[in-house]
């Protein structure tokens, strides 16, 4: 079961270490075959590789499945409807929300970025190999984890990789504030932060004694290209240590619902102010703002909270709806595996994925699927749906829109997208 101690209204981020491969044989080998990816059968089909990393936590067991290959925007096609659901500190507990969504993805034609929080891989007992930047060896504001906590991890995240999901960070100690927090690190304890978390995913065989587990079966050096940071705090630090390690992308901004650019060499593709329906301003795309702007505790008055589910529910559906038929920006959607006021904000991201995500032009992908696919386009086509406000569709048509190359300027530029209305921020 996680021990986690406290939540706030934001995500994490990741990173890349290099790492030796190891030959595949005796029981490991075994237990690494079974959780690989299915090989095609028949004359000349390709057998299932699996070369076990380091200790054999982690595996390369070929292409990741169930991923679509990215295809650039033909001239004057319009742009296909992205959204991304994330989930900060990913770990399957009591709760059992992890295995919930990822069955829910598959349902519903849903792949997602699950943001796992390394700690969540080392047990309560070797709590002081994790070494945070400004805090004493061992604290964590979200705990650690039990060895049934960490078998039940595991299992869904060789599963969600298999679905087809991401699995990136929320780093480890989730600290925030200006008493050590993300916020007030360097770039060096940025990158010892990243080391460590890359280090207790690649290490958890060892950490946790559990050597007959079977591995993940991915290559976290490259299966790890972006994140969020605890909080939304020390975005700008982080993303200087993590382009260091290859990063892709980070989501730990606020912004509109606008298209994304890039910065630090990474697509920063942030968290978006959406409506929340019956009152005057917005707030972020996570269930933590709603929970705060709505009751400012996780045990509010119990009458509200079909009303509050209800109103976020409402409120992502219109996010939707004015990017749909508006600008066609991704919408980007955070939560966290918690059951805040009742679970209302569970029930209310459920509604919205059975909702969007079976429509026909609507494409529910990761972030890693994401910025595959801003990478393939043409920069300037880009650059030009950049130039489009919230909501606003292109006058003419996307046909007389996106015709041709957009004259101007390349890469990542465009006009840039200030926040407004209202967050809060914890």
Request: hydrophobic fraction near 35%.
């Amino acid at each position: 079961m996680l021990a986690v101690t406290r939540r706030t209204a934001f995500g994490a981020v990741v990173t890349a270490l290099v790492v030796g491969m190891a030959g595949c044989s005796g029981p490991e080998a075994e237990e690494a075959r079974k959780d690989a990816p299915a090989a095609k059968k028949g004359p000349g089909a390709p057998k299932a590789i699996v070369k076990l990393i380091g200790d054999g936590s982690t595996a390369f067991t070929g292409a990741q499945p169930n991923l679509a290959k990215p295809e650039r925007l033909k001239p004057g096609e319009q742009p296909p409807q992205f959204v991304v659901f994330s989930w900060d500190g990913a770990g399957e507990d009591s709760q059992q929300l992890f295995s919930h969504f990822r069955e829910l993805g598959k349902k519903y034609n849903a792949t997602m970025t699950y943001f796992l929080s390394g700690v969540y891989l080392l047990p309560e007992e070797k709590a002081e190999q994790y070494k945070p930047p400004q805090h004493s060896p061992g604290s964590s504001d979200i705990g650690f984890n039990d060895i049934k906590g960490i078998k039940a991890t595991l299992r869904e995240l060789r599963a969600a990789w298999n679905d087809g999901n991401e699995i990136g960070t929320h780093f480890n100690g989730h600290f925030c504030g200006d008493d050590g927090g993300v916020g007030t690190w360097s770039v060096e304890e940025w990158k010892s932060e990243i080391k460590q978390a890359m280090s207790f995913v690649k290490n958890w065989k060892t950490n946790a004694g559990l050597k007959t587990e079977a591995p993940l079966p991915f290559d976290y050096d490259k299966e790890m290209v972006g994140g969020r940071t605890p909080c939304l705090e020390g975005q700008k630090n982080m993303m200087k240590a993590a382009r260091t390690v290859g990063f892709r992308y980070d989501s730990s901004g606020i912004s509109n619902q606008v298209w994304p650019k890039k910065t630090e060499g990474m697509w920063d593709i942030p968290l978006q102010l959406v409506p929340v329906p019956g009152r005057d301003f917005e707030t972020l795309s996570m269930d933590y703002n709603f929970m705060w702007n709505q009751s400012g505790t996780v045990f509010g008055d119990p009458s509200q909270h079909t009303y509050w589910g209800n109103q976020m529910r409402d409120g992502l559906l219109q996010a939707f709806d004015r990017a749909h038929k508006g600008n066609r920006a991704p919408l980007i959607i955070g939560n966290h595996f918690e059951s805040w006021n009742g679970g209302t904000y569970m029930r209310a991201v459920e509604q919205t994925i059975k909702k969007i995500c079976v429509q026909k032009d609507v494409r529910c992908v990761s972030f890693r699927q994401l910025a595959d696919w801003l990478d393939v386009q043409d920069p300037a086509q880009l650059a030009k749906l950049r130039t489009l406000r919230v909501g606003q569709a292109p006058k003419g048509g996307w046909e007389s829109f996106l015709a041709t190359a957009a004259a101007g300027p390349k890469g990542s530029g465009g006009p840039s997208s200030q926040p407004s209305g209202h967050a809060e921020k914890h």
